[in-house]
């Protein structure tokens, strides 16, 4: 079956990198996406990556794909207090029943 | 574009109320979602709509039920809910229709059932 795991919680200072890691189980994913949920909003699209590709960066924002070990990763550089928010990482599952498989999300907390 | 509207954007209602939500976009996506969120949890899926019609019901309760009047337009109806039932509802929508591809969410709908 689908499965993705986040670690629950992150704490970063201001200027640092923050590294969010996921893991999923599902071999025939397609896509894998970063969503990003701020208080009492809804879910915005951070970045994706197709699994044929290894990196993909944008701006401040570096994925990488690891296939064989099933593992993403996103990596935000110079946190602001604005990267403050929930983190969901989420993979597309063709062979499964639901479109899309979420996390449990990971706690971004910024400290100035 | 990549906008999906939610109207309204916060709802309060009693449990022998009946109230609608509403979801729309103009992208031209042949799929559209909802979502249930409820406080520090991922969305949980609800209803999706392929093409129009219904394609998947993660088994909701028949107190809500889902409406697809045309490809832009996607409405949620709520009677008799529970306190429970109190979330974030989320609207989502994407290009193809198999829902293989990138979902796009709304900003959602606070529900409170008192």
């Known amino acids: 079956g689908e499965d993705v795991e986040q670690s629950l919680f992150l704490s970063v200072r201001e200027g640092d990198s923050s590294v969010i890691n996921c893991t999923y189980t599902?071999?025939?994913?397609?896509?894998l996406y970063w969503y990003k949920q701020e208080p009492g909003a809804g879910l915005q699209l951070l970045t994706y990556i197709f699994s044929n590709m290894d990196m993909k960066q944008d701006q401040r924002l570096t994925v990488l794909l690891n296939k064989k070990d099933k593992h993403l990763s996103l990596r935000i550089a110079d946190t602001q207090t604005g990267d403050s928010a929930i983190y969901f990482c989420a993979e597309i599952t063709p062979s499964g029943n639901t479109p899309l498989v979420f996390g449990k999300g990971t706690r971004l907390s910024v400290i100035a | 574009d990549t906008e999906v509207t939610q109207t309204p954007k916060h709802l309060v209602m009693g449990m022998t109320n009946k109230k609608s939500l509403k979801c729309e976009q103009h992208?031209?996506?042949?799929?559209m979602y909802w979502y249930k969120q409820k406080a520090k949890k991922p969305p949980e899926l609800m209803f999706v709509?392929?093409?129009?019609?219904?394609?998947i019901n993660e088994s909701v309760p028949s107190r809500f039920s889902p409406e697809c009047p045309n490809s832009s337009l996607l409405n949620l109806h709520l009677h008799a809910l529970q306190p429970e039932d109190s979330a974030l509802y989320l609207c989502?929508?994407?290009?193809?229709?198999?829902?293989?591809?990138?979902?796009?969410f709304g900003p959602g709908t606070r529900l409170t059932v008192l």
């Open positions: 989502a929508s994407s290009h193809l229709g198999d829902g293989t591809d990138t979902q796009y």
């Open positions: 992208m031209g996506h042949r799929a």
């Open positions: 709509y392929s093409y129009e019609k219904l394609s």
């Open positions: 599902d071999s025939s994913s397609t896509y």
